[in-house]
């Protein structure tokens, strides 16, 4: 045998970055030696090949055993051609399972898919025909079967299904604990699981071919336990690793005998000599729960009904479109259902979103379910509105909210609505990209630190931050709530998870999640063992300090969870545009929240929202609750591939770079050294590690492509190539930087496509550069220097001017003080950045009247009331971005008058407000800087 076919036999798992991949490479791989078989002339060769095969089809039955299709009786029967010289059957069937597995052709006709390529004789004829329409899924049995007893298993419930049902599965049967969590891991086509009582614990397969994607399952090591409680365990394990799955219980166990945790965790308990029929029905029976849509249902008969309109709204049932002949056209374009379901009606059938009593009422209890929340209230307005819902809610004049200072406008606007006190938190810089990453958990406490030592904890009413970023930078959510709960154990959250909505369905990102950590710090401090190790924690305290106690742990007696999220549903899962969710795990929401909740959602809500998009929020989170796993992975599958191509490609490398977790996590936030998720060198590191400790940890979704050597800055790049050339989308931009992000609909095409694309313009930019005469060659060089070099120093937030501080001496001010004082305009002038530096010079302090926001990076730089410095003018005047909110080029940019200042300054102190005192700002008296650039805006 040549030394190139012994290679072969072996299989590099560095190469692929999880199972899906190495899976789908053996099956190709198998294809592509089935083909030179059938060509193969010398016996030689051919018996090299044919243990190459061989070689393949053991890894592959390894995997196998973890799906349903094709399973271990397609690799039986594949061995069986490979032995018996059926060449051409050989490579016709692996080609066909080739072409199913990568088009999920499979689902649509599985029985039929199985018949390929091991007949089944037991088939009937209506069983075959009708599985094309019907919905496909797999159940995965954990019983230490043999392979006789498997074989009747699933023949028995073959036998009592009814070919009218609307839903079909087929069984995965494993032995143990470990090959349980392993199938939910690699098989995201799992739908519900039956688990046998008095299952083994350890895999035989977690170890060699299958090691680097299985080091996830050794979290949960239960090999030290009994075996009669294996079951029970594994029952709690799938509710927190994939809650969205039904579960069922075998036993023979006397019932009285049964542990309250397996009544709990377990949908329906059986016994094992039960007629199986109660348990398929009961499976189909939980499908059909989580495939219902209330509302999308119920919109879906009201279209039906023939109906009268004498109300609002001309163009419900069409009438004024396709009447018309002027704009047929549209309706034409949008087709005859979606005015069919257009209606103001909140009856027949239908619901009223501001107090929903019907199908709008369940179809939020399902999303709350799906998403592990308490509450969940949908949203027609977009995201910016439920920002503004949930701060108005929560928060009142008086109130002091710690938020960060790159959040998205509409929590901006929202403390302007409010009335409360902000306290900027800055994120740590990275210059070099011209983008902020996140706020770090040691700068919020010192605030809160602060603000205790000023005797003003008590007015400190909530945490407002963004996970992820824009940039995918995602914090560790538990760490900064139970750190922040330790100095104020009431203390509200507010996440906004515009862009990270999908992160509820896969384990990894579930974890840094608000609604998943909300739940398990609430089970954790009701929790003896807690109230146990507390109380060990202040003894040995006072044992080491005496009286003076500084707990590292909140108080069980006093810590409350309020945890809300608001997620852009329509920008990461499938819903319409503006569609978006309020999560709530609130456990003073009904003492203390749900009024003013239901008050804030009245304001902000219209009498008349529309219905197709709160039908898509209903049918997405019916989308996720069975293929949001499946569909979250295959979204960082493609990014990872990404990723990689890129930074892999010798002429992509010319001009464009994937920023790496170290190009935008500092070393200090990352305490596991994860540097990279891919090294050309050394292949895939797995990122569990990272994301289970480290302070900060990026998204692989959301791809930063350095674009410095191109000599373009971001904006040109996006509108001038990708746009206007080749149709490609992206949102974000920074000088030298665009985002893309793979999302549940991102395809292998278009990611094809992306990588070509790239191609095209590198190809451009060669073409041009070796056009350039010396001068054009000098000027290009100076560009990439000023875009890979030359970056702008970013501003921290400078200060609030004493006319709207909230106290002396304290952090914070009062924003809509400054917001309404400007809407007068004698108090208002307009100054030219180039004459700001020198009024600052005579002593003056600017003070911005409005929100100024640059684009990118897209969120305030100065707000009303913030004061100027010239670490912010300096930026302002290097950006060379085109586009900024409340700066006009042609005036400059809007501040208070020195007299309106002073006004509102006596203004407050007569009024006996202490919060308006003067406050000393130390950055202000001492800090040094340069003098401000010569160009402008």
Known sequence: ???????????????????SQLRSQLWTDVKKKSFRLTKEKHENTGDAIKASISSLLKHLKV??????????????????????????????????????????????NPFTSLQLISAKKNKKKSDLISAEKRRYFDVLMVDDLNEIEETELKQKLFEIRDPKDKFIYQLVVVRTFQDALIALQFNHNIQACVVRYGIHFKSKHSGGLLKPFTTSINKWNYED?????????????????????????????AIQSIPDSVLQNFRRIFYRKEDLQELHLSILHGIRERYTTPFYSALIEYSKKPTGV??????????????????????????????????????????????????????????????????????????STSNKIVLQAL?????VVLIDRDCHKSHHYGMVLAG?????????????????????????????????????????????????????????????????LTIKPDMVFLWDEAWFGFAAFTYVYKQRTAMYVARKLELKYESEEYRTAYKKHLADLKKKNGSEVITSMPDPDKVRIRVYATQSTHKTLSSMRQGSMIHIYDQDYQRKSETAFHEAYMTHTSTSPNYQILASLDAGRRQVSFEGY????????????????????????????????????????????????????????????????????????????????????GDTFKNKYLMDQFNIQINKTSRNTVLFMTNIGTTRSSVSYLIGVLLKISKQLDDQLNSLNPEELKIHKQRVKSLTLDTPPLPDFSYFHDSFKSAPGVPGGVLRLAYFLSYKEDRCEYVKLDECAKLMDSGREIVSSSFIIP???????????????????????????????????????????????????????????????????????????????????
Request: overall charge negative.
């Open 630 to 713: 499946e569909l979250v992975e295959k979204s960082i599958d493609m990014a990872m591939t990404l990723r990689a191509k890129i930074n892999d490609h010798t002429q992509l490398k010319k001009y464009f770079k994937v920023l790496t977790i170290e190009d935008q996590i500092p070393e200090q936030y990352r305490l596991s050294g994860l540097s990279q998720y891919y090294d050309p060198k050394l292949g895939w590191n797995r990122l569990e590690g990272a994301w289970a400790s480290d302070e900060f940890v990026l998204d692989p979704t959301k791809i930063n492509l350095h674009i410095g050597q191109t000599g373009v800055d």
């Open 395 to 399: 928060v009142e004049p008086g109130d």
């Open 63 to 108: 995997i196998e055993q973890y799906w349903a299709f094709p399973g271990i009786d397609a690799i039986n029967a594949l061995s069986t051609y490979l032995k018996d010289d059926e060449f051409k059957n050989l490579y016709n069937t692996t080609a066909e399972i080739n072409r199913l597995l990568i088009g999920d052709g499979f689902r649509y």
């Open 420 to 484: 409360s006190t902000a306290v900027y938190l800055d994120s740590y810089p990275l210059e070099k990209y011209s983008m902020y990453g996140a706020v770090p958990l040691d700068n919020i406490k010192s605030k809160l630190l602060q603000l205790k030592a000023a005797n003003r904890l008590d007015k400190v009413k909530m945490v407002l931050l963004t996970n992820c970023t824009f940039d995918g930078i995602v914090y560790n959510v538990e760490r900064v709530m139970e750190e922040i």
């Open 310 to 383: 004498f109300h609002a709204m001309p163009i419900s049932r069409g009438n004024s479109i396709f009447k018309s002949n002027w704009i047929d056209d549209f309706g034409e374009f949008y087709g005859r259902n979606i005015f069919l379901a257009e209606t103001s009606s909140t009856t027949g059938g239908l619901d009223s979103l501001l107090q929903p009593t019907g199908p709008l009422k369940k179809a939020q209890e399902l999303a709350a379910k799906a998403f592990g929340s308490q509450h969940t209230f949908f949203a027609t307005n977009g995201t």
């Open 1 to 19: 045998m040549s030394n190139n076919t012994k290679a072969e036999l072996s299989v590099n798992t560095d190469k692929f970055y999880n199972i």
């Open 225 to 253: 336990c009994m075996e009669s409680e294996l079951a029970k365990i594994l029952g709690e394990t799938i509710k927190e690793i994939r809650p969205e799955l039904d579960t069922y219980y075998v036993t023979d166990t």
């Open 855 to 937: 684009y990118p990076p897209g969120f305030p730089i100065l707000v009303p009331g913030q004061v100027m410095t010239l670490e912010i003018l300096n930026f302002l005047i290097a950006l060379d971005v085109k586009e900024i909110h409340g700066y006009r080029p042609d005036l400059g940019l809007r501040v208070f008058t020195e007299k309106a200042l002073n006004r509102q300054k006596s203004s407050s102190a007569m009024m006996g407000s202490s919060a308006m005192g003067m406050m000393t700002n130390g950055n202000k008296e001492t800090k040094k800087v340069t003098k401000p650039a010569k160009t402008g805006v």
